[in-house]
């Protein structure tokens, strides 16, 4: 049994770690922690964990946290860096939920997270937690930053695109609907059910924090400079994103299923559906697969990737478990084989 | 292994029962039956079961079926009546989540249901199957009726004011709010998302199957004459319902919460909030938990109890696996411990 | 032309005001206060007022809104009456959609309010503004209290039974269910998209603030004490109460359908369906119209009333304007003609 | 008064005919027209018109129609083009809101319609019934073709980048997401509450009817040939379409907000919102405004406009009635000022 601690636990990720590890055989959940909650019962804040989380939050303490194998950070951006180094030393391993070890530039992140980096010399380490990108090196990991929800979907439908030079790089959209979960458990007005629900609206056009990361992720794997346009819509549902992602081909000659299915014909998390598919996020609401289908609309020269996840699972906690397993060397699957909730 | 069947399994109650099946240590799923849609892949139109499950649907086959030790009937009403009998004949157990086997007089099930019941000599043998109700006979049972949706809600909030005698039996009140799930898949105007989608109404008032289910079993149990007035409605969501109780109370300085946490302390899949909770449907979304609270408003004499369920979980699929495992001696909640998606 | 104030105009209330106020004939919006949000343009706020509202919001200022005929206050508990008496005295006319003005009892409002009341001397000039019940004195009144949502269906449900004396007064049950916009205009947790979405749940059972208005009032027109158990629930959707209510008939061959009709008949914002019917708050989104159907179920001594309107309308902005055509001797349906927006 | 007839107004595009043409100063709604509920009141179908529209549904009778002198087809596709032309004889005008007549070349139509079209000799008379578009023909026009749902967001949205000429026309891509109405008001499984609530998915990416109607306006006014992807989604609301654009710049020292201001500056339902802006759906709900935002994000070579409508009014009945009070020389928002229903 892996012992782990959950730091921050108290938004919609954090929970829903809680969720994926109490019926995860190898996990042992140690603490959990939270400022804001300390020495309340978790079940108190998330009635559906009643039976299954016996644990109260306490408040941070280094002490405690370096008594557990693995730590995961579930915190708002700008926690986890500040801690991660002495975990590490103290020979925790840590998976990040949060956008601090994602990026490689400490300046980038400085640009974009409106602060400078408080473990800079972290950033080379740290391994960016996408199975199916970084497999190999995830396993030796101590430190793996956990992709966001959005660059996650956007990610894996792109790569195949990408690894084998059929798109122009420079004509890439990613255009992406993320149900309000994707905004994190706390009170604002634009998820209030009356301004979220029944509406639909694009936000942050002109630049969400997701972009560098999904820039710098395709970048690495193409071998022409990436043009993204990403516009990220919120859209009014609980869970699910689902992305359309656009981009020129190269070659309209190309077999784009076939790409697909060779590509990920050996991972368990992510399903092609068959050619002319449509997707629903709702079959993917509480699983960590992240489901795909390729067209190419009038057979034309634009091929259209639709890729759908749930944004707490795939895109936040179950691939941080993904990770975990990987990292001790569990098959990968281990508690994640659960599927999707439909209706 | 248990070898299962699972007679019609195109509906929500159908699909439901395969997901969790499909988690089911000691379940093996043998065959899946539907007439209209024989020969397709069972992921073909559950796309959330890819990987999950690998049967296709093939015609229902008497002979076939009597291979299985199981057999789940998750068919529309007055389907399961015409089968069950050879089936049992053959030494099947059966299991029946639609309505066919709940009432124990066919003359009233004829009047409720439209058409003469086709095996009345089974009534008297088919356990009702609220394992609360009846754990020792689903035991020893070949036939079992799964209870409705709405009655397992609203029983569980009454039982223990009737077992004790603590109510006016003639006072009942079940004022209860049900997901649109619940009416089942099929195109219908009224559950059409421009019609069951932000707004809410009332239905059948002038008298629901589920009637006579209810007062049956709280007969049974009250020394005095029952009288129940039950309104149902449609909420604009799509798994739970919550039922709101309300009764006269015989003695005002009884102590409700005692009561009832002394009535379900050791059930598995009951569970009473604190003094003055207000559980959310939400809390139990695709578990097999019945979540209760009771109050007792301006300290005057009625009672109010609040109960929460999944429809398509306690209130179908998750219950008739919990009368699964007691049927077959296996641990009650096989299968069944996973805890509910929230958000 | 009426020249008109708004004090608090940045909740749903207020917003609702100003929808329902461009399009009527007689009114002139003058001004438009908010303490939080002086100087910026409504527009701003409510996109959907663009092209209809060309105000800015102003801060409250006491001699700029006794230069109004009409002040509404659209603000929190608790303002209104700090400021009603100086409005008051310069000759403004007055409705407050606030509960400050409700009842009638000081020391009553205290208990439940949490303050001592700013201005007692004022409740008993005060006229509740349901003209369906005090339409002669609306028209004399210089202050309208303006009737809660729930308190306007729930009144409207029981008046004929009671005024009638055809039901046991100590056994009225109002199961009543509230869209969220019924929560205000406010980021808050249980609000959110992912916490009000999606699921269902009761609150406040032990006391909501609605109570003690819907007794003064049924009190009133009532020959025996009465004993109302008031719940109130959360539907996932935006706008919308359903009302159920339950009483037991002192005579159960009376014909309710022909009461209702009765007492309703000249009623232009209360529609009578036809006996047997199930009215979906739907049907009165947008509108100033309580739709009403009577039922008794199993043709025994429970009388059912179903009871829709639109909260933020007949519940609050749209009663508020039909008080203002009364106090000002127009037509009583000025402004408040546009059918409800379905689907 | 012009007297009017609604032929097929039995779904939400004719139910919503009927809620704006009961508020309409100059129309005299005459006759309502349904094969399947003729002799039903309308407001048994519709009991948000209870009070609002006294007509029973009449079976479609040729002469009585010709006694109007405007008839609106609200039918599904393929039923006006048999009837228009005897009504066009009679002196008849005609707007058909299905599409019948939005292209002009019946080969085209045949294959996107799956038959032949049936009064091909009336398609050069029919005029496109885009105001923004073809103002002045409509004025003069007897046969309206009222533009699809999809195609007035998006040509909207495309209108002010074409006629000047300052994008690349073959890099057009409309990722546009609808609202559950716009699949029509019939019940169909993936619009039931439980398969499109809480979830989205794109569907027609192979290929979606309104793309050539889409394709020949943007042609004629575009000097190059036009490419254009155009992928819609469903999106878990009722009512609303959110168009997103994408194109690329010939020239990106462009001041775009200038010239969409300039474009749309007389336009009475295209509202522009300030530069940045991102507008809900809500915001247009119940309105017959299309309110857009332009974006160029990163400072790229990629243009961004975001439209939104509500795809039951800008995108169906309103704009038929924006073209009936041009084809009848009454002021074009003559019924059509009612700001949106927020929230």
Same mark, same amino acid.
């Given at each position: ?97 949060? %956008? ?21 010399? *972290? ?21 793996? %930053?956990?992709?966001?929800?959005? $660059? ?9 695109? *990408? ?10 959209? %990613? ?56 516009? $990220?819509?919120?859209? $009014? ?88 397993? *990987? ?17």
């Amino acid at each position: 049994m892996i012992k782990i601690g959950v730091v921050g636990a108290t938004g919609y990720t954090g929970v829903e770690l809680l969720r994926l590890l109490s019926g995860h055989a190898e996990a042992e959940l140690h603490l959990v922690t939270s400022r804001t909650e300390q020495g309340r019962a978790v079940t108190d804040l998330f009635p559906n964990l009643r039976g299954s989380v016996e644990l109260n939050f306490i408040d941070p303490d280094p002490e405690q946290l370096k008594s557990c194998e693995l730590v995961f950070f579930a915190t708002p951006n700008g926690v986890a860096m500040h801690h991660a180094s002495e975990l590490l030393d103290a020979g925790c391993k840590v998976i990040d939920l949060s %956008a601090d070890f994602r990026l490689q530039d400490a300046d980038t992140w400085a640009d974009w997270y409106g602060e400078d980096h408080a473990s800079p010399q *972290l950033l080379e380490q740290a391994i960016y937690g996408l199975p199916e990108l970084n497999r190999e090196q995830i396993k030796n990991a101590e430190l793996v %930053a956990n992709p966001g929800c959005y $660059p996650t979907a956007i990610q894996l439908g792109f790569l195949p695109l *990408l690894e084998q030079d059929l798109v122009h790089a420079d004509s890439l959209i %990613a255009d992406a609907k993320s149900g309000v979960s994707g905004a994190g458990r706390k009170a604002v007005m634009t998820s209030q059910f009356c301004e979220a629900g029944d509406s639909f609206k694009a936000y942050s056009v002109d630049g969400h924090r997701h972009l560098p990361e999904i820039k710098q992720s395709l970048q690495k794997i193409s071998k022409e400079e990436i043009d993204l346009v990403f516009v $990220p819509h919120l859209t $009014p549902m609980i869970r699910g994103i689902h992305a359309t992602l656009y981009a020129r081909l190269k070659d309209t000659s190309i077999d784009l299923q076939q790409v697909f299915a060779q590509r990920y014909k050996h991972e368990p998390f992510v399903d092609l559906m068959p050619s002319g598919s449509h997707p629903d996020t709702s079959s993917v609401r509480g699983s960590n697969t992240c489901r795909l289908a390729c067209h190419r609309p009038q057979d034309g020269s634009t091929v259209v990737v639709l890729a759908v996840e749930d944004n707490l699972v795939k895109g936040a906690a179950g691939q941080a478990i993904q990770n975990m397993n *990987l990292m001790f060397s569990l098959p990968e699957t281990t508690g994640l084989t659960a599927p999707a909730v439909y209706p």
